[in-house]
């Protein structure tokens, strides 16, 4: 079954830490992986997302994301945090017809 | 405006009514998507639609759950006889791309916050 887990549910930092945000995925076809974000009061928006090549994936606002096949994984990663970056993050794999399967979500409050 | 719109913001519903929730689409976008999203949960899907053809309708919970996009622009979601559980923040999503967002990203909306009492 098509499935995404998101380890971290609620994570806490202080401005300027490191953020990571771990993200596994169960999918046996071609792997298509995004990650979005919810500000609060706003609507979904995409960070950044991974189709095929570099595994490396750069997205917006100095975001970016690691695919390791072997481990399933797809973590979310900035090197320091802004207050501006307190939302909550998800995490989802494209499956067949194009729908996405996310996970549970991260609760991110940076604390200024 | 230029994103996905969904109406109305919030809906209150007593146990046994029917509701029904509509997405306003990007203009342009062939791929339509619905979800679910329950409290502390991510969303979930419910249904695609590709113009105006239903392609995949295996996350409607029940028959009580009812999709459609007539003209191939605006969807509505209908539930009828509704339950407590049906209780959560309905997402509409679109995209330009025939595939449902393969090369092209989905655009969510703000969503609809149905409580049913």
Known sequence: ?????????????????????????????????????????????????????????????????????SKFSFNLRKPSVQWSDTAEYFCAVRGNTGKLIFGQGTTLQVKP | ???????????????????????????????????????????????????????DKSGLPSDRFFAERPEGSVSTLKIQRTQQEDSAVYLCASSSSPTGGLWQPQHFGDGTRLSIL
């Open chain 1, 1 to 69: 079954a098509q499935s995404v887990s998101q380890h971290n549910h609620h994570v806490i930092l202080s401005e300027a830490a490191s953020l990571e945000l771990g993200c596994n995925y169960s999918y046996g076809g071609t792997v298509n992986l995004f990650w979005y974000v919810q500000y609060p009061g706003q609507h979904l928006q995409l960070l950044l997302k991974y189709f095929s090549g570099d595994p490396l994936v750069k997205g917006i606002k100095g975001f970016e994301a690691e695919f390791i096949k």
């Open chain 2, 1 to 55: 405006g230029a994103g996905v719109s969904q109406s109305p913001r919030y809906k209150v519903a007593k146990r046994g009514q029917d509701v029904a929730l509509r997405c306003d689409p990007i203009s342009g976008h062939v791929s339509l998507f619905w979800y679910q999203q329950a409290l502390g949960q991510g969303p979930e899907f419910l249904t695609y639609f590709q113009n105006e053809a239903q392609l």
